[in-house]
């Protein structure tokens, strides 16, 4: 489903509107470009050299730009992604929570948490869950049951809780936030 604009709708049950965030969270993961790219179009463009001699040399890019010349960049896009540490979980999930307040205004309160260098999104209203790195998409937790989330990561499978509007987190290590 793509986002085709705020829609007229009636105010929905918590399944629908997770089924909503679910049809997102799918659209935006198969459609938009979570991927490596930008950051070696970044790095190419830094080297000043030809797509041609990039694929002719692997190396050239590590020859050519090194970490100092990074972290001398002050551009406004490179700050913002080298300097506060923003990644693909943080982009995923600022863009279907977007998505669905634009598509469905007043249906959803999303929150942002940042779990110790990985971002999430949380409904408020709902207890819908946007994570980038769930195996199954957008997750509904049920009020009061610990809720374990199958990732992408390796050896993680952290847990939460959503308990009369407040979520709890468990990380890997133990950690509650």
């Keep these: 489903m793509a986002s085709t604009g705020q829609q ?5 049950s918590n399944k ?25 179009q970044y790095l190419k463009d830094k080297a000043e050299v030809s797509w041609a ?3 002719q040399d692997s190396k050239l890019l590590s020859k050519k730009v090194t970490k100092d010349v990074i972290e001398q960049d002050f ?7 080298w300097a506060k540490y ?13 998505r ?10 999303f929150k942002y ?10 409904c408020a209203k709902t207890g819908i869950l946007i994570d980038s790195s769930s195996k199954k998409g957008a997750i509904r937790l ?15 499978r952290p847990s939460w809780k959503w308990k009369h509007g407040t979520s709890k987190f468990e990380g890997t290590d133990g950690k509650r936030a």
Aim: charged share 25%; aromatic share 14%; net charge negative.
């Design 16 to 40: 629908v509107l997770y089924e909503f965030a679910q049809e997102m969270w799918k659209d935006v993961f198969e459609n938009n470009a979570y991927t490596n790219f930008p950051q070696i």
């Design 53 to 55: 001699k990039l694929l």
């Design 86 to 98: 923003t990644g693909r979980c943080t982009t995923f999930a600022v863009a279907v929570v977007r």
């Design 8 to 12: 007229d709708i009636p105010p929905h």
């Design 100 to 109: 669905l307040e634009e598509d469905y205004p007043g249906a959803y309160d």
């Design 142 to 156: 049920k009020d009061g049951e610990w809720s374990t989330v199958e990732t992408t990561i390796e050896k993680a």
């Design 75 to 81: 551009s406004y896009e490179n700050v913002l992604t």
């Design 113 to 122: 948490y940042d779990l110790g260098g990985h971002c999430v999104a949380r």
